[in-house]
């Protein structure tokens, strides 16, 4: 059984730092590229990084010198390390993945609200 189990929102100030965290299990997590994804209600969910199989990582550009993805394959699990967080940086995070064979899976979501 595939599971995605996202930690680490809450509350931080404008220009603060959170750490999130997705611990995987129920597939070979080290062959699979997997994504962090946000969403603010009303609005289309956002690709916000990728860490590919090999180790290169994409961003989208919103976040490019403030956000960085990384990928510890020994714990199956995926991180999002978020400096300089402004206030339209808030939103539900959620770790993604797809898997051959068996399609896409979502994790249930952790809260980010950046706010004085």
């Known amino acids: 059984q595939v599971q995605l189990v996202e930690s680490g929102g809450g509350l931080v100030q404008p220009g603060g730092s959170l750490r999130l965290s997705c611990a995987a299990s129920g597939f070979i997590f080290s062959r699979n590229a997997m994504h962090w994804y946000r969403q603010v209600p009303g609005k289309q969910r956002e690709l916000v990084a990728t860490?590919?199989?090999?180790?290169?990582?994409v961003y989208t550009d919103s976040v490019k010198g403030r956000f960085t993805i990384s990928r510890d394959n020994a714990k199956n699990t995926v991180y999002l390390q978020m400096n300089s967080l402004k206030p339209d940086d808030t939103a539900v995070y959620y770790c993604?993945?797809?898997?051959?064979?068996?399609?896409?899976?979502w994790g249930q979501g952790t809260q980010v609200t950046v706010s004085s």
């Open positions: 993604h993945t797809f898997i051959n064979s068996k399609g896409e899976y």
């Open positions: 860490a590919f199989s090999g180790g290169n990582t």
